[in-house]
């Protein structure tokens, strides 16, 4: 294994040359193109060195070890620095090996110390045998951070595409990363379980649940992707994601972590562990990514011949979810305060009917919820329509913090009072010069069901029936309707 000052002097080198390819990002004075095949046969040679290291490390020879790596750090570092002065030298393509080395190190020395991992050694391998639970960790590190037996912190390398998407989380999508942790803390009880049984970081998890939805449940894409984690129906088929009782389960948080777990897994089997390139198969296809790698799956994402060929949106994607997942790890390090919330979970059983829209309303700001609590509710109840009334009787999913709160406000009072004189408000219908006078139903007719349709919003179209009706109608329970299903409806004369 390498000692503490290797590890030290892997790390400073890998600070200065992640430095040095940041400045070659600046363009610089033209020098001919033969000096760019020099640079790139220095790169070359200094990656082979850096593997003569690690191997010699394995074998023993730790004096020789540090020799050879020397000379290979030295000589990187060297050659990345004259690439930002050399005309149509492609930084990219030192990131790329940059990037291949620290997975030959992660892999290769995964039980020598590392002064900078997100956990301690100990701990971390505590919490591979199960012996130490997520939650026992501080606040900023309570997810295991290893992927496979690999360090996260390492995997994710941080280049230039990564940065700037760090500023951009911190900047004009701060809003929907501190969206996305609430919502995502108060189903945590809910989506983390199949994450930590897969062996998979929870930082991923988050991150990849913050790009897609922002941790709205019910989101759905232009695409038709939808859910929390975003499948399509296809691919939610492949993993299990199907129609229960009408109700479409990539809606389900817990199901749908289960099923991006699984994915996830299959993925990193395919590529290797490479992570970079299992999250771009998540956004782009693994087909697509799978034809552009090839055989050679330690290929880095950022590697020319892959990243060049991606859609931007790919491009995009991939050093955002680490991003989102970098920040979730290490929020104080980056200026960033996540708020702290009490995530307990619990239930009420309702005392008197009431829509998830009317219990918002009766709940106002309790608990500190400045925003209200729509959003959390829908989320744990993902089977319910929000418009809907409940029966008395009915138990709800909700923070355990709620739960005096429902009791002396939602119960008795003015508050739901008001709540069902506001939900049940009728909007009036103008009527167009042609259009006609309502009118009794007659007969009936197909209809196909398109993205945002409720029941509410059809029977308003009709203006001749109601939402239960339909439902009896169609046999429909939970009020629940899938894109493309073929409902009856009445005939409106």
Same mark, same amino acid.
């Given at each position: 294994?390498?000692?503490?000052?290797?590890?030290?002097?892997?790390?400073?080198?890998?600070?200065?040359?992640?430095?040095?390819? !940041? +400045?070659?990002?600046?363009?610089? @004075?033209?020098?001919?193109?033969?000096?760019?095949?020099?640079?790139?046969?220095?790169?070359?040679?200094?990656?082979?060195?850096?593997?003569?290291?690690?191997?010699?490390?394995?074998? =023993?020879?730790?004096?020789?070890?540090?020799?050879?790596?020397?000379?290979?750090?030295?000589?990187?570092?060297?050659?990345?620095?004259?690439? =930002?002065?050399?005309?149509?030298?492609?930084?990219?393509?030192?990131?790329?090996?940059?990037?291949?080395?620290?997975?030959?190190?992660?892999?290769?020395?995964?039980?020598?110390?590392?002064?900078?991992?997100?956990?301690?050694?100990?701990?971390?391998?505590?919490?591979?045998?199960?012996?130490?639970?997520?939650?026992?960790?501080?606040?900023?590190?309570?997810?295991?951070?290893?992927?496979?037996?690999?360090?996260?912190?390492?995997?994710?390398?941080?280049?230039? @595409?990564?940065?700037?998407?760090?500023?951009?989380?911190?900047?004009?999508?701060?809003?929907?990363?501190?969206?996305?942790?609430?919502?995502?803390?108060?189903?945590?009880?809910?989506?983390?379980?199949?994450?930590?049984?897969?062996?998979?970081?929870?930082?991923?998890?988050?991150?990849?649940?913050?790009?897609?939805?922002?941790?709205?449940?019910?989101?759905?894409?232009?695409? +038709?992707?939808?859910?929390?984690?975003?499948?399509?129906?296809?691919?939610?088929?492949?993993? +299990?994601?199907?129609?229960?009782?009408?109700?479409?389960?990539?809606?389900?948080?817990?199901?749908?972590?289960?099923?991006?777990?699984?994915?996830?897994?299959?993925?990193?089997?395919?590529?290797?562990?490479?992570?970079?390139?299992?999250?771009?198969?998540?956004?782009? =296809?693994?087909?697509?990514?799978?034809? !552009?790698?090839?055989?050679?799956?330690?290929?880095?994402?950022?590697?020319?011949?892959?990243?060049?060929?991606?859609?931007?949106?790919?491009?995009?994607?991939?050093?955002?979810?680490?991003?989102?997942?970098?920040?979730?790890?290490?929020?104080?390090?980056?200026?960033?305060?996540?708020?702290?919330?009490?995530?307990? @979970?619990?239930?009420?059983?309702?005392?008197?009917?009431?829509?998830?829209?009317?219990?918002?309303?009766?709940?106002?700001?309790?608990?500190?919820?400045?925003?209200?609590?729509?959003?959390?509710?829908?989320?744990?109840?993902?089977?319910?329509?929000?418009?809907?009334?409940?029966?008395?009787?009915?138990? !709800?999913?909700?923070?355990?913090?709620?739960?005096?709160?429902?009791?002396?406000?939602?119960?008795?009072?003015?508050? @739901?009072?008001?709540?069902?004189?506001?939900?049940?408000?009728?909007?009036?219908?103008?009527?167009?010069?042609?259009?006609?006078?309502?009118?009794?139903?007659?007969?009936?007719?197909?209809?196909?069901?398109?993205? +945002?349709?409720?029941?509410?919003?059809?029977?308003?179209?009709?203006?001749?029936?109601?939402?239960?009706?339909?439902?009896?109608?169609?046999?429909?329970?939970?009020?629940?309707?899938?894109?493309?299903?073929?409902?009856?409806?009445?005939?409106?004369?």
């Amino acid at each position: 294994m390498l000692s503490c000052s290797v590890m030290r002097s892997i790390r400073l080198a890998s600070i200065a040359v992640a430095a040095s390819l !940041l +400045g070659a990002c600046a363009s610089g @004075p033209a020098k001919p193109s033969a000096q760019v095949g020099a640079l790139y046969g220095e790169l070359d040679v200094a990656s082979k060195g850096y593997e003569t290291a690690l191997q010699q490390s394995r074998e =023993g020879d730790l004096q020789a070890s540090q020799e050879t790596l020397t000379r290979s750090l030295d000589r990187l570092k060297d050659a990345s620095a004259r690439c =930002g002065n050399t005309a149509g030298c492609d930084p990219q393509r030192f990131f790329s090996t940059f990037d291949h080395l620290l997975r030959l190190k992660d892999g290769d020395f995964g039980g020598a110390q590392d002064l900078d991992s997100d956990v301690d050694p100990a701990q971390a391998a505590q919490a591979i045998a199960g012996k130490t639970g997520a939650t026992s960790l501080p606040q900023a590190q309570r997810s295991v951070t290893l992927l496979h037996g690999q360090k996260l912190s390492q995997l994710i390398a941080m280049n230039g @595409p990564v940065k700037a998407a760090l500023e951009m989380w911190l900047t004009q999508w701060r809003p929907q990363l501190m969206d996305a942790y609430v919502n995502y803390q108060y189903m945590r009880y809910q989506m983390w379980p199949a994450y930590e049984k897969a062996d998979l970081p929870e930082a991923l998890l988050f991150g990849i649940m913050a790009k897609e939805s922002g941790g709205k449940v019910h989101a759905v894409s232009r695409s +038709g992707a939808a859910g929390p984690l975003q499948f399509m129906y296809a691919t939610g088929m492949r993993f +299990g994601l199907v129609s229960d009782d009408g109700f479409d389960t990539r809606f389900d948080p817990a199901a749908s972590a289960r099923a991006n777990a699984e994915y996830m897994n299959e993925q990193l089997r395919i590529f290797n562990d490479n992570l970079e390139l299992t999250i771009a198969a998540y956004n782009g =296809g693994e087909g697509r990514i799978r034809r !552009l790698v090839g055989d050679d799956t330690s290929v880095s994402f950022y590697d020319p011949r892959i990243y060049n060929e991606l859609s931007q949106e790919t491009r995009d994607y991939v050093p955002a979810v680490l991003a989102a997942a970098w920040l979730f790890q290490h929020p104080d390090s980056y200026n960033l305060r996540f708020p702290r919330l009490d995530v307990v @979970p619990g239930t009420i059983t309702l005392k008197r009917p009431a829509s998830l829209s009317e219990l918002t309303v009766c709940l106002g700001s309790a608990g500190g919820m400045s925003d209200g609590w729509f959003r959390t509710l829908r989320n744990l109840n993902p089977r319910l329509d929000p418009q809907v009334s409940q029966p008395a009787g009915t138990v !709800l999913q909700l923070p355990k913090v709620l739960e005096r709160s429902y009791a002396s406000r939602c119960v008795e009072g003015p508050w @739901p009072i008001l709540a069902s004189d506001l939900h049940k408000a009728v909007i009036p219908v103008v009527a167009t010069p042609m259009a006609k006078a309502p009118a009794k139903s007659r007969g009936t007719k197909n209809y196909r069901v398109r993205r +945002g349709d409720t029941l509410i919003s059809i029977v308003r179209k009709l203006q001749c029936s109601s939402v239960q009706e339909i439902a009896e109608m169609n046999g429909i329970r939970h009020q629940h309707l899938r894109i493309g299903q073929q409902l009856k409806l009445p005939v409106c004369r």
